[in-house]
């Protein structure tokens, strides 16, 4: 069924474009609409949706308001909502077909057939607005991602978190809203991570297996890290060693040597290179001999590169 929708889209995509960038092609200009409908032409100007004339236009397709609004010669004759298409009013179906005769996108393709978003019953009008927002996405992003997504919302006023309450990133940062798969799998998480962090990517000669590895909360980076906020230092999901203790038993010699001084001590205060490592497949500090315990490898005891 999704097969044969995403054919017609194809169709009338193809033959939308080759009405709407023929000069000739209506018989009619928007003027007439705005003898009704005054000022809805400002509030399409600067986004994508910027009528043909205007001198700030967004896009090389020829915008006209009956490019979306169906039904406009009997509406010219006998004016009532009855007889205009308003797209927001249609259907998930109706409206995919309608911005799909120009938005052709992976977006577009992913609304009707894999994104969650479709699956909740929302459309494209649920996150877009045409003659309300006035800015070339024709929505505000982290707002309308934010009015669905409360919790999400709590956790980036946590006292660790990224930033996006103070506008230095959006949402689609990490959930890329252009993708045919869905962009909220965990799987393979990381890569999006790493396109901001890239000191933590490697690679390493001693690569610690959680950067890469599907484990128990969907792999890599969010094994460790609460994506959005976390009340831990550095977006951890649980404080002090909690993290570590996951994966890994503190070591009985830890425990017993130098009166249990190595339990006592946060796992990341030894093993700082924690993201993986060109020195120690332990993953040591490799000044750890200078920093914390002066004469412990000096004394033959212990070796940093082992």
């Not at 393979?188 to 890239?198: N, R, S």
């Not at 094994?223 to 977006?235: A, I, V």
Request: charged residues 20%.
């Amino acid at each position: 069924m999704r097969i044969v929708r995403m054919n017609s889209l194809v169709f009338l995509a193809a033959l939308f474009r080759l009405i709407i960038v023929t000069p000739d092609a209506f018989a009619e200009d928007y003027s007439n609409c705005l003898d009704c409908h005054d000022g809805y032409d400002k509030s399409l100007s600067g986004t994508v949706h910027s009528l043909s004339t205007d001198r700030r236009l967004k896009s090389s397709i020829k915008v006209e308001c009956i490019s979306c609004h169906d039904g406009w010669k009997e509406h010219q004759d006998m004016p009532t909502i009855e007889n205009i298409t308003q797209p927001f009013k249609l259907a998930s179906s109706g409206q995919a077909e309608l911005c799909g005769r120009c938005h052709l996108t992976p977006h577009q393709k992913a609304m009707v057939s894999t994104d969650p978003h479709a699956n909740a019953g929302l459309t494209c009008g649920s996150c877009h607005t045409i003659h309300v927002k006035n800015n070339a996405a024709i929505v505000e992003k982290n707002d309308r991602c934010l009015s669905c997504h409360k919790t999400v919302a709590l956790e980036f006023s946590r006292r660790s978190a990224h930033p996006l309450n103070t506008g230095n990133i959006d949402c689609d940062d990490c959930h890329d809203q252009g993708s045919a798969q869905s962009q909220f799998q965990k799987i393979g998480f990381d890569w999006t991570c790493q396109g901001c962090h890239p000191d933590k990517a490697g690679p390493f000669l001693y690569e610690h297996p959680v950067n890469y590895a599907h484990l128990t909360a969907g792999g890599s980076c969010i094994e460790c890290h609460n994506p959005h906020g976390s009340n831990n230092d550095r977006l951890l999901n649980q404080p002090g060693s909690g993290n570590c203790l996951q994966c890994h038993s503190i070591p009985t010699g830890h425990r017993t040597r130098h009166s249990g001084l190595g339990s006592k001590l946060a796992c990341v205060d030894c093993h700082s290179e924690i993201h993986g490592s060109s020195d120690n497949r332990f993953f040591l500090d490799p000044q750890l001999g200078n920093k914390l315990f002066p004469d412990c490898y000096q004394s033959g005891c212990h070796i940093v590169n082992q």
